[in-house]
T-cell receptor, first 116, second 114 residues
Framework: AQTVTQSQPEMSVQEAETVTLSCTYD???????LFWYKQPPSRQMILVIR??????QNATENRFSVNFQKAAKSFSLKISDSQLGDTAMYFC?????????????FGGGTRVLVKP | KAGVTQTPRYLIKTRGQQVTLSCSPI?????VSWYQQTPGQGLQFLFE???????NKGNFPGRFSGRQFSNSRSEMNVSTLELGDSALYLC?????????????FGPGTRLTVT
């Protein structure tokens, strides 16, 4: 079974600064997908960024970027130029290849607080 | 395009009762997944439906069941409710994006069992 670990329960960052969230996972699969989801206090889960394991290039979405290290099974999220609206729980998630269906395995989450 | 909708948003039930939650996916999405979120256990996968068939199932007792209709709307049912079933139940609607699936979540149904 796959496991996803987020070792930082909470992090705080000053507005406009950069914060990096860590995520490690354990799997014997070669093809899989990794995601970061954001859950603001309103509770609506939002997809932030995704990465296909077969792609070497790290994914980027505006101020959000990942550092994907397949051999180390590490998938960190960097939030640049942090904004107050980035305050939320962030979840790292793993999904096996599409043929296995759409089951996400989540990490325990990291609470990010952006301070003005 | 409308997002994933879940009804009801809040629900209070008594132990032993049963409950049905509903999820309407984004138009055109054929995959619907359900997750349970609690402070203690975090986010746990319940099951996934694709084209009216259950494709994946998590490690939950048989009291938890679901189904999907021909219009892709999905329902999940919990029978003989226990206090530990109190949770936020999230539904996710899936679509093919390149070579992978993306899942878009609904706002959730907050179930409280007393």
């Amino acid at each position: 079974a796959q496991t996803v670990t987020q070792s930082q329960p909470e992090m705080s960052v000053q507005e406009a600064e950069t914060v990096t969230l860590s995520c490690t996972y354990d799997t014997s699969e070669n093809n899989y997908y990794l995601f970061w989801y954001k859950q603001p206090p309103s509770r609506q889960m939002i997809l932030v960024i995704r990465q296909e394991a077969y792609k070497q290039q790290n994914a980027t979405e505006n101020r959000f970027s990942v550092n994907f290290q397949k051999a180390a099974k590490s998938f960190s999220l960097k939030i640049s130029d942090s904004q107050l609206g980035d305050t939320a729980m962030y979840f790292c998630a793993f999904m096996k290849s599409r043929a296995a269906g759409n089951k996400l395995t989540f990490g325990g989450g990291t609470r990010v607080l952006v301070k003005p | 395009k409308a997002g994933v909708t879940q009804t009801p948003r809040y629900l209070i039930k008594t132990r032993g009762q049963q409950v049905t939650l509903s999820c309407s996916p984004i138009s055109g999405h054929r995959s619907v997944s359900w997750y349970q979120q609690t402070p203690g256990q975090g986010l746990q996968f319940l099951f996934e439906y694709f084209s009216e068939t259950q494709r994946n199932k998590g490690n939950f007792p048989g009291r938890f069941s679901g189904r999907q209709f021909s219009n892709s709307r999905s329902e999940m049912n919990v029978s003989t409710l226990e206090l530990g079933d109190s949770a936020l139940y999230l539904c996710a609607s899936g679509r093919l994006a390149g070579s992978t699936y993306e899942q878009y979540f609904g706002p959730g149904t907050r179930l409280t069992v007393t």
